[in-house]
């Protein structure tokens, strides 16, 4: 117990040395051309209303805001068992990006564990279920239109997942699947849900993951996968072929990734903890077109607002930023004020 209590502190005082000597600062020249503000009276819940980790978020092309929580459970740790019953309350909601108000809310008795969610752009809405080992695709108003993997049953061939992440939706239907928390891969399937191709396993060679827990796609095609526990950003063409990757000592653990549909900018949030004790938070990472970190904020820069655990990200048309903070069991809306 001695021996673990004084290798926190040292981890801690090295910890404090490092970010006040620079080393923790990112080795790239950072611009804040862009600036936000947080939204303090957003969203505007009912009385009484309980949120609870909100683990996806999404819009759809009318930029309403898309919630998917889990009422009545908490994921604590990676090893944890979930419940073998379904949530009975609406997992899904539909919030007005104005005021925050439910617009509408659906997903009862569907969900063991809701993970990511997005909103694709004929607005269908897709969520992943860690619980389930499912990936759902649904209409707008959550009529079901698609199911893969078999219920409760995990693997890792072309009919099942393993605690499956996140889906991103090509222009033409097809889509792909982080796959995800025990599985180490990208799969794409076609517009009908027919397997086509994988690539990944578990390492840190471009190409191979540590969770990849999220994924989108840009105007041209390319991939990009928040590579949780490598603590980066991988980016891929349409056909798993790796071009690049975002990494250095700022960037913690890469949570979620969205590209800004207004101006293709890539938009990411992490989160930091030490030895599994010390919270330090989340950042909002901002990198722009032509692959430059422009804009952190959160744990670092400027930011006024609680301590958060950011688990997805999404940006509206606007530019305005919305994160799902699975430590407060909150929604926060950042507002573009300049650039």
């Known amino acids: ?49 309980i949120l609870s980790q909100p683990a996806g978020v999404g819009i759809d092309t009318s930029q309403n805001v898309f919630i998917f929580h889990r009422p009545g459970r908490k994921w604590k ?26 617009i509408n809310s659906w997903g009862s008795n569907l969900f ?38 078999e219920a409760k049953i995990p693997g890792n061939d072309s009919l099942h997942f393993n605690r499956p992440t996140d889906v991103a939706v090509a222009k033409d239907g097809s889509f792909y699947v982080s796959d995800g928390y025990r599985n180490s891969r990208v799969i794409k399937f076609s517009s009908s849900g027919k397997y086509l ?39 891929f063409n349409a056909d798993g072929k790796f071009i690049r990757e975002w990494k ?17 900018y890539l938009f990411a949030a992490d989160y930091l ?25 959160g744990r670092s820069g400027s930011y006024n607002g609680p301590l958060c655990r950011y688990h997805d990200i999404s940006v509206d048309n606007e530019g305005s930023i919305y994160v799902g903070d699975i430590l407060g069991n909150r929604v926060q809306k950042f507002r573009l004020i300049s650039g």
């Open 273 to 297: 903890i030490i030895l599994d004790t010390i919270i330090k938070g989340s950042d909002i990472i901002e990198i722009n077109a032509e692959g430059n970190l422009i804009n952190q904020f």
């Open 77 to 102: 740790n990676l090893d944890q068992e979930f419940p073998d019953s379904l949530i009975s309350a609406n997992t899904i909601l539909m919030l007005d990006r104005h005021t925050g108000k439910i």
């Open 1 to 49: 117990m001695l021996n673990k209590f004084r290798r926190l502190i040292f981890i801690t005082v090295l910890f404090i040395f490092c970010c006040s000597a620079g080393i923790c600062q990112s080795p790239e020249t950072v611009k804040n051309s862009s600036k936000y503000e947080l939204v303090n009276d957003w969203p505007q819940l009912p009385d009484g209303y």
């Open 112 to 149: 063991i564990m809701p993970h990511g969610l997005t909103v694709d752009k004929d607005n269908n809405v897709w969520v992943t279920d860690v619980g389930l080992h499912q990936i759902f695709k649904f209409s707008h108003d959550g009529k079901l239109l698609m199911k893969l993997g």
């Open 197 to 235: 191709f994988e690539w990944g396993k578990k390492g840190t060679k471009p190409g191979e993951f540590n969770i990849p827990h999220a994924i989108d796609i840009d105007a041209k095609g390319n991939i990009y996968v928040a590579d949780r526990q490598n603590n980066r950003i991988q980016k």
């Open 248 to 264: 250095n000592q700022s960037f913690a653990n890469l949570y979620s990734v969205t590209i800004d549909k207004r101006n293709q």
